[in-house]
Nanobody, 129 residues
Framework: VQLQASGGGLAQAGGSLRLSCAASGRTFSRYGMGWFRQASGKEREFVAAITWSGGSTHYADSVKGRFTISRDDAKNAVYLQMNSLKSEDTAVYYC???????????????????????WGQGTLVTVSS
């Protein structure tokens, strides 16, 4: 699967942005999906994940209650709705995927980069305070 993230840009603190990740291939509905971010000078970190069925989601504590991950299998897309943005949300955001057969029962709870096999290019989100 090939992934392409979009929707980044400049937002004010307290504002909202919606990121999209478009996926190629006919089996998108069989992939667990995640979002990561990498701020300048820092390591890439987990943001959110959604199972291939869409039945379960998981969030980093830093974004819980503010961000929402969702998917639309008909459009081969996963989204990250970001509300109440903070300056510390400034980062390049990446979407990632793993095929369901490799996910395991609690895959979506793992925060490591190792839990994903496919990565898209990033989209930059800048939050001004």
């Amino acid at each position: 699967v090939q992934l392409q993230a979009s929707g980044g840009g400049l937002a004010q603190a307290g504002g909202s942005l919606r990121l999209s990740c478009a996926a190629s291939g006919r089996t998108f509905s069989r992939y667990g999906m995640g979002w990561f971010r990498q701020a300048s000078g820092k390591e890439r970190e987990f943001v959110a994940a959604i199972t291939w069925s869409g039945g379960s989601t998981h969030y980093a504590d830093s974004v819980k209650g503010r961000f929402t991950i969702s998917r639309d299998d008909a459009k081969n897309a996963v989204y990250l709705q970001m509300n109440s943005l903070k300056s510390e949300d400034t980062a390049v955001y990446y979407c990632a995927a793993r095929y369901s057969s490799r996910c395991g029962s609690n895959w979506y709870l793992h925060h490591g980069l190792w839990a994903y096999d496919y990565w898209g290019q990033g989209t930059l989100v800048t939050v001004s305070s």
